[in-house]
Nanobody, 124 residues
Framework: VQLQASGGGLVQAGGSLRLSCAAS????????MGWFRQAPGKEREFVAA????????SYADSVKGRFTISRDNAKNTVYLQMNSLKPEDTAVYYC??????????????????WGKGTLVTVSS
């Protein structure tokens, strides 16, 4: 499956962005989906994840209460609503898909497919 992330851009601190990740395959509805990010000079880190049936979500502590992951299986799309953005949220954001659809996974090695990323820049 191919994943295409979009929605990144430049925003001031305190602002909001919504990222989207569209999948090319209808099997999307059976996959767990995740968002990860990589800031300049840092390793890629987990942000949020959601199970195939939306029942299970997970968030990194750094984004809890500010970010919300959701999905629309009819549109083969997963979203990341980002509110109250901070300069430390600046990173390239990647979406990923796991064939193990039953959970919301935080580890990169569970994910089978990755998108190319979209850049989010938060100015202070």
């Amino acid at each position: 499956v191919q994943l295409q992330a979009s929605g990144g851009g430049l925003v001031q601190a305190g602002g909001s962005l919504r990222l989207s990740c569209a999948a090319s395959d209808r099997t999307f509805s059976t996959y767990s989906m995740g968002w990860f990010r990589q800031a300049p000079g840092k390793e890629r880190e987990f942000v949020a994840a959601i199970s195939w049936n939306v029942r299970i979500t997970s968030y990194a502590d750094s984004v809890k209460g500010r970010f919300t992951i959701s999905r629309d299986n009819a549109k083969n799309t997963v979203y990341l609503q980002m509110n109250s953005l901070k300069p430390e949220d600046t990173a390239v954001y990647y979406c990923a898909a796991s064939r193990s659809g039953s959970g919301s996974y935080t580890g990169e090695n569970v994910y089978n497919y990755w998108g190319k990323g979209t850049l989010v820049t938060v100015s202070s």
